[in-house]
Nanobody, 126 residues
Framework: QVHLVESGGGSVQAGGSLRLSCQAA????????MGWFRQAPGKEREGVAA????????YYTDSVQGRFTISHDNAKNTVYLQMDSLQPDDTAVYYC???????????????????WGQGTQVTVSS
């Protein structure tokens, strides 16, 4: 059974930083797509950042470009999201996800054998 366990969420003031981690159990990220989505209250879920395992291509949504960095450690089977210069609009529940396939356009989309974590809350105060 596959479990993706997120950690690292919390509350920070605007301009602060957080690092989210997502460790997989029962699954090896390997050449899969891996990434982060978020959902703010009253809004649709949006793709934040992703890595296409087979090509190494990286995706960031426009609003986080230059502030967030996605990375992964194969030895630890963990995906990270370093979030710097956080803003109140970044407040959301952040979900780790992985899938066999993904698309970056027109928006980030994971498909084929997708798995999702439970989510971790990130709150940024002004």
């Amino acid at each position: 059974q596959v479990h993706l366990v997120e950690s690292g969420g919390g509350s920070v003031q605007a301009g602060g930083s957080l690092r989210l981690s997502c460790q997989a159990a029962g699954y090896t990220f390997g050449r899969s797509c891996m990434g982060w989505f978020r959902q703010a209250p009253g809004k649709e879920r949006e793709g934040v950042a992703a890595i296409a395992g087979r090509t190494g291509r990286i995706y960031y949504t426009d609003s986080v470009q230059g502030r967030f960095t996605i990375s992964h450690d194969n030895a630890k089977n963990t995906v990270y999201l370093q979030m710097d210069s956080l803003q109140p609009d970044d407040t959301a529940v952040y979900y780790c996800a992985t899938a066999k396939s993904c698309r970056f356009v027109p928006t980030l989309n994971f498909y084929e054998n997708d798995y999702w974590g439970q989510g971790t809350q990130v709150t940024v105060s002004s």
